[in-house]
């Protein structure tokens, strides 16, 4: 299954946590970039992540739901995601080697 660097971040925090996380604990992920984005981009952009691994089946979601939107407050790993984010730490990134010709 192919995720995000975000995503990633987001499975093996989770995994660690064993149990329910809270958002604010994801934020974290942008203190080291460099070149991060806005604080409210950023929020956007977890909330993205995080609403595509649920509908991928990795997570569920707990929050306050609005007739327009969800507030998506805390998330936990499924069965399914334990067993993908497990997958993720075995496997090892390939390097971007260049031919030389």
Do not use: C, H
Not at 55 to 72: E, N, S, V
Not at 75 to 92: I, S
């Amino acid at each position: 299954m192919r995720v995000s660097q975000l995503q990633k971040y987001i499975l093996l925090n989770l995994l660690n946590s064993k149990g329910k996380s809270k958002r604010k604990q994801l934020l974290k992920f942008y203190e080291k970039k460099k070149n991060a984005p806005k604080k409210t981009d950023q929020q956007g952009i977890i909330t993205k992540s995080i609403e595509r691994l649920i509908d991928k089946g990795l997570m569920i979601g707990y929050g306050r739901r609005t007739p327009k939107k969800w507030f998506i407050e805390e998330v936990q790993l499924t069965r399914k995601g334990r067993k993908e984010t497990k997958k993720l730490l075995g496997e090892q990134q390939l390097l971007p080697f260049k031919n030389k010709k």
